[in-house]
């Protein structure tokens, strides 16, 4: 089962824990292929000490770590991550990715069950979770720790996550997310009134927000939602 996460943020610091997680997700589902796309702009890049860059670009770096590098854009004010996301998907389209796509923050964690969730669903193109925003509202934008629940009434925009869904390449094909604060809310929400009996509801397992945000999370509830089963 192919799964490509697209990561549109950049902050080199986080990388060894999301890689870590990533390998558990992978060794708990032997099934589980992941792929990961961390997209830069290259002057991000150009930044980093070779130590700083070895997580994802070092000689030791495995094959399923395919960081996207591109030269810096002239893009609306505050629309970055969507330019990024919209590159990742332009990128698995020219490589012929066949399997799920998601978007995810730099600071994000897979909890270590979830390919035994998908691959219990993987009849269904597109697969939503629910989503657990933390213990308490930090940092410059301080987002609610209210759950997102995973339910049809839930597509949309505010109401879920782009870290809550992961959408089959043969239906997400030709797809952007538009230029607007809650892309993911508008791509979801049209996708899902297009073709609603093609999702999958799993509302009772949690993807994690922000799970390495400092602050966000108490150790003991971050635990409880990388290792739920």
Same mark, same amino acid.
Not at 156 to 171: A, D
Not at 184 to 203: M, N, Q, S, T, V
């Given at each position: 089962?192919?799964?490509?996460?697209?990561?549109?943020?950049?902050?080199?610091?986080?990388?060894?824990?999301?890689?870590?997680?990533?390998?558990? @997700?992978?060794?708990?589902?032997? =099934?589980?292929?992941? &792929?990961?796309?961390? /997209?830069? *702009?290259?002057?991000?890049?150009?930044? #980093?000490?070779?130590?700083?860059?070895?997580?994802?670009?070092?000689?030791?770096?495995?094959?399923?770590?395919?960081?996207?590098?591109?030269?810096?854009?002239?893009?609306?004010?505050?629309?970055?991550?969507?330019?990024?996301?919209? @590159?990742?998907?332009?990128?698995? =389209?020219?490589?012929? &990715?066949?399997?799920? /796509?998601? *978007?995810?923050?730099?600071?994000?964690? #897979?909890?270590?069950?979830?390919?035994?969730?998908?691959?219990?669903?993987?009849?269904?193109?597109?697969?939503?979770?629910?989503?657990?925003?933390?213990?308490?509202?930090?940092?410059?934008?301080?987002?609610?720790?209210?759950?997102?629940?995973?339910?049809?009434?839930?597509?949309?925009?505010?109401?879920?996550?782009?870290?809550?869904?992961?959408?089959?390449?043969?239906? #997400?094909?030709?797809?952007?997310?538009?230029?607007?604060?809650?892309?993911?809310?508008?791509?979801?929400?049209?996708?899902?009134?297009?073709?609603?009996?093609?999702?999958?509801?799993?509302?009772?397992?949690?993807?994690?927000?922000?799970?390495?945000?400092?602050?966000?999370?108490?150790?003991?509830?971050?635990?409880?939602?990388?290792?739920?089963?």
């Amino acid at each position: 089962m192919n799964v490509l996460l697209v990561m549109p943020t950049m902050r080199h610091g986080y990388w060894p824990a999301v890689r870590q997680h990533m390998e558990q @997700a992978m060794a708990a589902c032997p =099934e589980l292929k992941l &792929f990961w796309m961390p /997209v830069l *702009w290259q002057e991000e890049v150009s930044k #980093l000490t070779p130590e700083q860059l070895a997580p994802v670009f070092g000689h030791d770096a495995p094959q399923w770590i395919r960081p996207l590098v591109q030269p810096a854009e002239s893009i609306p004010d505050g629309q970055t991550i969507t330019r990024k996301s919209n @590159a990742g998907n332009e990128q698995y =389209e020219r490589w012929g &990715f066949n399997g799920w /796509v998601s *978007w995810w923050s730099d600071d994000n964690l #897979l909890p270590r069950n979830i390919g035994k969730q998908m691959l219990a669903n993987q009849h269904k193109r597109v697969i939503v979770f629910s989503h657990k925003r933390g213990t308490r509202a930090v940092g410059p934008i301080p987002y609610e720790t209210t759950d997102l629940i995973a339910a049809p009434e839930n597509m949309e925009v505010t109401r879920v996550s782009g870290e809550q869904f992961f959408i089959h390449s043969t239906l #997400l094909t030709g797809w952007r997310f538009p230029y607007y604060e809650c892309g993911d809310g508008l791509l979801i929400k049209a996708l899902y009134e297009l073709h609603p009996k093609e999702f999958a509801f799993l509302p009772d397992f949690f993807t994690p927000f922000n799970a390495l945000e400092p602050g966000r999370w108490d150790e003991d509830k971050l635990r409880e939602v990388i290792e739920q089963k």
